[in-house]
Structure formats: C-alpha cells, structure tokens
C-alpha cells in the first residue's frame, strides 16, 4: 500500500508540477548518457495507464456526484421545490409495496449482504427488507439522475480528460484485423479482446451499442488476443473464410460457458456455415497458426490486459463505460 501511495504522488507530481513536456525530463544519467522520464514510461505503460486510469476515475466519480447535486438544484428550482421535495416526488413516493414485490420475486427473495457481497440474505427478514428498499431507490434515483442529464445535456460540459501526453500510440500495421462492420470509413473502432475473457464479454454490448450509433463513422473490428489460439478464436477465423464472421463473433460472444467443440459446431450449424468445409478448417494448422501469429505480434507490442479499445490506434485508456467511450470516441474521429 506504501508503495502504491508513493508511486500515485510521483504520477500526480508529474502531471500537475511538471512545466516543461515530462516526456523529455530527465531522470536519470549514467556515464554521460541521459535517461528520459518517457524511457522510463515506455518499459511500465500498461501498469501506468492502469495507475493514471484509477486517479482518472476517482475524480470523474467525484465530479459526477457534484454534477448530480447541481442537476438537482437546477430542476428543484425550475420547480419552486427544494432538492429533498423533489427527490420525494421523483423517486420515493414511486416506490410502494407492489413495486416491492415485484422486486423481491425477481431477486428470488434474496439480495446481497452490503456488509459481505459475497452472502446474501433473505428479504423475508427486516434487514434483508430494509436493504431491497434500499437497493430499489438506488436505482430509481439512477435512472432519475439520468433522465435530468438528458434533460439538462445542453448544459452541461465536461472538461476533465485523461492527460493526453499518456495517451499511447498502438500502430496495428501487420495485425490481422477481423471487421465485424466495415464501412469503409477512415475511422476505426478495433477492440482487443477474448471470446473466454469476462471483462471482454461484460464490454462487447456497450462498444457495439455506440458503434450503432456512430456507425456512419466507423468501422468496427476485432483483433482476437489471449495465451494461445482458443477453440473460438479458430472458429471465429473459419467463419471469416464463409464470409460470417460477424454472426459467430456474435455468437462466441453470446455463449455463457467457455466455448468447446460441441458448442461451436452447434452454433456453426445454426448461423448455416458449410459444416463439411467448416470441420476441415477448424482442423487446419495454418488457421491455428495464423492466430497464434496475430497473438505473438500482439504480445510484441507489450499488451497485457484486455479487452482494449483502440481508436484509429489510440488507445482509449478511461473508466470502462459508456459515456467515457462515447466521448472519447467524437473527440478522436476524423
């Protein structure tokens, strides 16, 4: 925890203290040759990014709350109310006992134990009750926060960026690039990610989400990278060659359980692959090797998380969330 304290003050001294382009400041000399601070950057970037995303988010999660509250004042007094009147109208007095129900059945009776997420309780028992309620008016006040936030959107302007000197380059040249859509835009949307990994699963709806609506201006792909070739990065590959990758990706993407062989001949023989010429593929050497040379190629360039999301090769390095991406997205669009 010390270390990460100290590692954290040295970024943000950097960021706010520093005059001149912290990229060409020297650290370091060792026998007359000079070591730049972006030396340095270049063999830890992804732990930095990681590091910078975090100071990123605890001040855009603090700035939405301040947000929030202002949105808040701006209806309350739109309405002669006062904030506390007005979140009774809008959020409280909408909840009642049938809503309640309608809650408990669908969490089957039971909800997470704030104290230990990892236990839950039954909301027969007063606390398990008192925490559902609890839980309900969250997210009706979320949903009425996000009503006033497009309601107000023209009136708000967020100015607060990831600095963007650490912003990294990602040249995909010599990367095979699976298109899911391809417009023929000079923008591209290229996610990095598994079909096996979660975190790629939890991101696929929300980046597919705001290319349908930018879809004008973009394309979007997909650049498959893990360990090793997955048996649906083979399968995701043979569907390319039958010009349906992107109802495979779809599919991968859709299954709840890693994917096996039983599962992909399934969803081949569903999306109405040739399965004759899909089983010879999916056997093929050269297939396996063409992703694992994607992978290496990959690895090369020192990525080490994923999903990751690249914009006309610049890496998005924010909170992973839909505003966050969208924004960044029309800043960085031609």
Not at 37 to 66: C, F, K, Q, W
Not at 169 to 177: P, S, T, V
Request: hydrophobic content about 40%; glycine content about 4%; aromatic content about 10%.
């Amino acid at each position: 925890m010390r270390k990460f304290l100290i590692n954290l003050w040295l970024i943000l001294c950097v960021i706010s203290c520093s005059k001149t382009d912290p990229g060409k400041q020297v650290v370091a000399e060792v026998g007359g040759k000079k070591i730049t601070l972006s030396e340095v950057d270049a063999t830890i970037n992804e732990p930095l990014y990681h590091m910078l995303e975090g100071i990123y988010s605890l001040r855009n999660e603090a700035l939405n709350s301040i947000i929030n509250e202002y949105l808040l004042e701006i209806e309350a007094n739109s309405r002669n109310l006062s904030k506390e009147k007005l979140l009774y109208i809008e959020v409280f007095n909408k909840i009642n006992d049938s809503i309640i129900a309608l809650k408990e059945k669908e969490c089957n009776f039971l909800i997470p134990d704030k104290r230990n997420p990892l236990k839950t309780i039954s909301t027969k028992n007063a606390y398990g009750r008192h925490l559902l309620v609890e839980y309900i008016v969250l997210g009706y006040k979320r949903d009425y926060l996000e009503e006033l936030r497009e309601k107000y959107k023209n009136k708000i302007s967020v100015m607060l960026k990831l600095p963007e000197r650490y912003r990294k380059i990602l040249d995909l040249k010599g990367i095979h690039i699976s298109y899911v859509k391809n417009n023929h835009s000079k923008n591209d949307l290229i996610v990095i990610g598994s079909y096996d990994c979660e975190g790629c699963k939890h991101a696929e709806p929300i980046v597919k989400k705001i290319y349908e609506k930018n879809s004008l201006k973009l394309n979007y792909g997909f650049i498959f990278y893990d360990d090793y070739p997955t048996p649906a990065s083979i399968a995701a590959e043979c569907a390319y060659l039958q010009n349906k990758f992107e109802i495979m990706h779809d599919s991968l993407f859709a299954l709840t359980s890693i994917a096996d062989s039983a599962s992909i001949f399934r969803i081949a023989k569903n999306i109405g692959l040739d399965i004759v010429q899909f089983a010879k593929d999916y056997q093929n050497k050269k297939i396996f090797e063409k992703v694992n040379e994607n992978i290496l190629k990959l690895r090369n360039k020192k990525i080490e998380t994923t999903p990751l999301i690249v914009i006309n090769n610049k890496v998005f390095n924010g909170p992973f969330n839909e505003s966050a991406l969208e924004q960044y997205i029309s800043e960085n669009i031609k």
